[in-house]
């Protein structure tokens, strides 16, 4: 069988874009490597819990939020929502002061001028770059020719200079970028872009699933299988054929061969280029692009199953800190200093059940079990992750005393896991990293040299559920046309 579309992973990016071609009528078909979809959304059993990968929270999904309309279109606003305390979603403690950010701009200013009085100008000039960089969050597929010289400003500006232009107060710029761990903290690269749009949604409104992140693998799933699109697990993509400058076929381990129209790619850009053998399109010049990009650090996970009745659910998300140094805690070293604190809303009463702590860990302290792979990495292995376990449990028994009796299992995951799941070159968490030095070679467009093939996901512009959605809308309408994917845009 021959299909419009063929699509190379089910992770975010995959599934939405599979599901918006599906519902323009267009027979398409998902191929993942993994023997369950979702990449970084999926949840996997353990103890009798399911439990999450890389969704913990997500912005801009409340009416008039910038994830509103997609998350409508893509019959994700149905799922069981829970909107988190607005009075302070994300609460960010350095040393030993709990600082909060509220929901809005009036009160995330009005809050933090009550700790910071003296930067209450900074904060409101804040707020406006926050805003006016949401208002254009798709200008990239406007219908009309339109140059956004103010977002792309934003691309080539620090984010770490802006904080350090806006402020006096160091310890403000550490509450400010104490929430950040949802995005890498790096210095001399960060634009003010991608800051920009990762903290924004999440003012505008911060929800978390009352459930886990296979709530929206199979929501999306289950809307392509209607449309009948397919999704096949344990295909892992080896080959991307290409006939006379166009790709025809994509080639899997197994031995099945899938023909296509269009191509579009959700592995990360390293290994999509690694998958095209043989081209007269795509020229050495851009696989050395793709291939030289650095990524972003990954992540060390620990996922708590909590004895019953031992916590009670707390609404927020809190990030702990032993002292201001959010930009550089991850590097340092010594014990864990800095990590995300977050616990699965209960379906059912105000127990907790399930709590994730999470914390960098740049490749550099995991590379010497490079050459390992998934339940054969050895006792040293296992003994760095119950350390760090352990160092995570103590600081976040900074803000839950006690923490540590109330674990009845707990399960850690390093980046050397998420690499050997999806593939993405050093377990990175959020893709290819942006430069502000140099953003037309570190932002990725979705076009490629050969015409019929796409790229999609987090390594494009920018990652988590807002950037892989806003990239799927840029990739799809390469396809269906930019007016087509605005009006998903502007779904009501
Ligand atoms: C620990 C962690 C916590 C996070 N927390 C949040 C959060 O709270 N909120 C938020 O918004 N974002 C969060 N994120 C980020 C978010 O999860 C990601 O940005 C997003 O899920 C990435 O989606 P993607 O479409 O780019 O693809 P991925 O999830 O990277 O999926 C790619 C898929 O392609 C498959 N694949 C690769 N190669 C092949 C091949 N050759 N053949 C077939 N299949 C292939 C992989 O197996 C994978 O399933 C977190 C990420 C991590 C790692």
Redesign the pocket.
């Known amino acids: 069988m021959k299909y419009d579309v063929i699509i190379?992973?089910?992770?975010?990016?995959?599934l939405q874009c599979g599901l918006i071609l599906a519902r323009r009528g267009m027979k398409v078909v998902i191929?993942?490597?993994?023997l369950q979809p979702?990449?970084?959304?999926q949840s996997f059993r353990r103890h009798g819990e399911l439990l999450d990968?890389?969704?913990?929270?997500?912005g801009g999904i409340g009416e008039g939020g910038c994830l509103y309309a997609p998350f409508k279109y893509l019959g994700l606003m149905d799922l069981p929502w829970q909107h988190l305390d607005p009075t302070g979603f994300d609460r960010v403690t350095i040393g030993d002061r709990t600082f909060k950010y509220a929901e809005g701009a009036e009160a995330f200013i009005e809050t933090l001028s009550q700790d910071f009085p003296q930067e209450r100008k900074g904060l409101e000039k804040y707020c406006n770059i926050m805003n006016e960089v949401c208002d254009h969050l798709y200008d990239a597929i406007l219908p009309r020719d339109e140059v956004d010289f103010f977002t792309q400003s934003l691309f080539a500006s620090s984010t770490y200079d802006f904080l350090h232009e806006t402020f006096n107060d160091e310890l403000l710029i550490n509450v400010l970028s104490g929430s950040s761990l949802?995005m890498e903290l790096a210095k001399d690269t960060l634009p003010l872009y991608n800051f920009a749009q990762g903290n924004n949604s999440f003012i505008q409104g911060s929800y978390r699933l009352r459930g886990d992140g296979n709530l929206i693998v199979n929501r999306l799933m289950d809307q392509i299988k209607a449309m009948g699109g397919e999704i096949v697990c344990n295909?892992?993509?080896e080959e991307l054929v290409e006939k006379d400058g166009r790709l025809v076929a994509a080639r899997c381990k197994n031995g099945e061969v899938y023909e296509g129209t269009w191509f579009i790619s959700?592995?990360h850009p390293a290994?999509t280029v690694g998958?095209v053998k043989e081209s007269t399109k795509m020229k050495k010049v851009y696989r050395n692009r793709i291939l030289r990009l650095e990524n972003t650090y990954g992540?060390f996970?620990t996922s708590l199953i909590l004895k019953p009745g031992s916590l009670k659910y707390f609404n927020w998300n809190q990030y702990i800190y032993m002292k201001p140094n959010v930009w550089t805690y991850f590097n340092e070293e010594g014990p864990v200093q800095g990590c995300l604190v977050s616990c699965r809303c209960p379906i059912e009463g105000d127990d907790a059940r399930i709590l994730d702590i999470?914390t960098p860990l740049p490749w550099e302290k995991i590379s010497q079990w490079e050459n390992t792979t998934v339940g054969r990495r050895g006792e040293d292995y296992k003994a760095m992750k119950e350390r760090l376990y352990n160092e995570c449990i103590a600081l976040a028994e900074r803000f839950i005393p006690g923490l540590h009796n109330m674990v009845e299992a707990h399960y850690s995951s390093t980046p050397l896991t998420?690499r050997d799941?999806?593939?993405?070159p050093n377990g990175s968490?959020?893709?290819v990293r942006k430069d502000y030095h140099n953003p037309m070679m570190t932002l990725l467009s979705a076009k490629t040299p050969i015409p019929n093939l796409l790229l999609t996901?987090?390594?494009l512009t920018l990652?988590?559920?807002?950037?892989?959605t806003m990239t799927s809308l840029f990739t799809v309408a390469e396809i269906i046309g930019k007016q087509a994917a605005w009006e998903i845009t502007q779904t009501k």
Do not use: D, I
Request: charge should be neutral; hydrophobic fraction near 35%; glycine fraction near 22%.
């Open positions: 190379v992973g089910s992770g975010l990016g995959g191929l993942e490597r993994q979702g990449g970084c959304m990968t890389g969704m913990h929270y997500v949802k295909s892992e993509v959700n592995a290994v998958l992540m996970t999470l998420y799941y999806t593939l993405t968490c959020y893709g996901g987090q390594s990652h988590g559920l807002l950037g892989v």
